[in-house]
């Protein structure tokens, strides 16, 4: 059964009484479309009144949905000749992060993403979309095999963050995380990331240092978790929506902050609606944004991503500081 967000219910609702009379009508021969187009209309009113003023709570609980498509959905959807590579050839494989090559519009691409699962199975398979570092360090494989072979990159970003167990950091998280953002930062070839659920802390940024970073419209980005945020600044994760609102997580604040290059559209009931509607519209987005990189050089492409990061961030200057 579908999951419904606390908020959309009330639409479900109205949609469920539409269902039952449109069912009656057929059943008994009965002519109720009044009543039936009356109810369309209380929907419709209702359903611009709540999606045309989401919060960033809502729209945080929007990326995280269950139903939405993850990272394996958009390359069976968008990509031809998908074809998966395993492991970090030191001896460890991490299912929370998928590698391969495949083609994009005819062009022979690498794609790497977040995997979350859609069941308790799969989700402990996937580790909820946590990777360890041997994830990050398949990552960098497959990012050094497109540099060989001048393939531009693809990555899709859902993850609520690089796994914190004592494991993982035993391992070499961090390090892992931070070879993955400096070498990324010196490919010589296209990388354009895609947001499309979680963008969750350092986690996100290990497969997030792109020549354009897209979010999708209910996607969110964020250095720590609502939640998270709140247990440290108000001691109680309740507090999650008035973090998620300080934060300026949302697609419309990466945007307007420079961190996010555009929005992707979503059906507007949210991605997790409509699938095919949302994977045309990345797809467009990302043709485009191909077409673009693609007629720069390396040399131009590495610069073009050094400039990009640079010019994140605001400085204010205080009148009458001393100097």
């Not at 398979?125 to 960098?140: C, I, S």
């Amino acid at each position: 059964m579908d999951l419904i967000l606390d908020f959309e219910r009330p639409l479900m609702e109205l949609y469920k009484r539409i269902d039952s009379l449109v069912a009656l009508q057929e059943a008994e021969g009965l002519d109720l479309s009044a009543s039936i187009q009356q109810l369309h209309q209380q929907a419709e009113r209702l359903h611009r009144q709540i999606f045309s003023a989401l919060t960033p709570w809502q729209r945080a609980l929007l990326s995280r949905h269950p139903r939405r498509p993850y990272s394996l959905d958009y390359i069976q959807a968008l990509f031809t000749e998908w074809m998966e590579l395993h492991g970090d050839r030191a001896g460890h494989d991490d299912a929370a992060i998928v590698t391969g090559l495949a083609r994009f519009h005819e062009r022979p691409v690498a794609v790497i993403g977040h995997q979350k699962g859609r069941n308790t199975k799969e989700n402990l398979h996937r580790n909820f979309g946590m990777p360890r570092p041997e994830g990050y360090r398949k990552a960098l494989r497959i990012m050094q095999l497109a540099e060989r072979y001048r393939r531009p990159i693809l990555t899709f970003i859902d993850t609520p963050g690089a796994y914190p167990g004592v494991d993982a950091e035993a391992r070499g998280q961090a390090e892992a995380i931070a070879r993955n953002i400096m070498e990324m930062s010196a490919l010589t070839v296209p990388v354009i990331c895609v947001v499309i659920g979680e963008g969750g802390s350092g986690g996100a940024l290990a497969v997030g240092v792109g020549n354009r970073v897209l979010m999708m419209e209910n996607a969110i980005y964020s250095v720590i978790s609502p939640e998270g945020c709140a247990a440290i600044l108000w001691r109680d994760r309740a507090e999650g929506p008035k973090a998620a609102e300080a934060l300026r997580i949302t697609a419309e604040d990466c945007h307007r902050f420079g961190v996010a290059d555009e929005i992707v559209p979503e059906p507007s009931c949210g991605a997790h609606r409509d699938h095919q509607v949302t994977f045309e519209n990345l797809d467009a987005a990302l043709a485009r944004h191909l077409d673009e990189l693609s007629a720069l050089d390396g040399p131009t492409l590495r610069q073009d991503r050094y400039d990009r990061y640079r010019q994140l961030g605001t400085v204010l200057e205080m009148v009458g500081a001393p100097a």
